[in-house]
């Protein structure tokens, strides 16, 4: 079993940035590969970026093309953790952003941009 937790969120004008952080309370994140979602209020749960686990180092890593350029995840396997850089936020990224590793999901944490 696998407990997830996500932190980093907040609120941040338009243009700034935010580190959000995936980690693991019970379990390992390092030998599987972790997405992150975002949803935004009366919108569907969307898939915003997926890193391969650690043995796939040259797996894919995928983005939507809404974040692309903007967002970067990584992992750090020593702090178990995964990351999700955001920068150049924008009014329309504003959502509570969950991690996943199927089946399980964090409680999520809620990123605000606006002036």
Avoid: H
């Avoid at 243009?15 to 569907?44: D, M, T």
């Avoid at 970026?49 to 995840?73: E, H, M, N, Q, W």
């Avoid at 990584?74 to 969950?98: F, G, H």
């Amino acid at each position: 079993q696998v407990q997830l937790v996500e932190s980093g969120g907040g609120l941040v004008q338009p243009g700034g940035s935010l580190r959000l952080s995936c980690g693991a309370s019970v379990g390992s994140l390092n030998y599987y590969a972790i997405g992150w979602f975002r949803q935004a209020p009366g919108k569907e749960r969307e898939q915003i970026s997926c890193i391969s686990s650690i043995s796939r180092r040259d797996g894919p890593i995928l983005y939507a093309d809404s974040v692309k350029g903007r967002f970067t995840i990584s992992r750090d396997n020593a702090k178990n953790t995964v990351y999700l850089q955001m920068n150049s936020l924008r009014p329309e990224d504003t959502a509570v952003y969950y991690c996943n590793k199927p089946p399980y999901w964090g409680q999520g944490t809620q990123v605000t941009v606006s002036s």
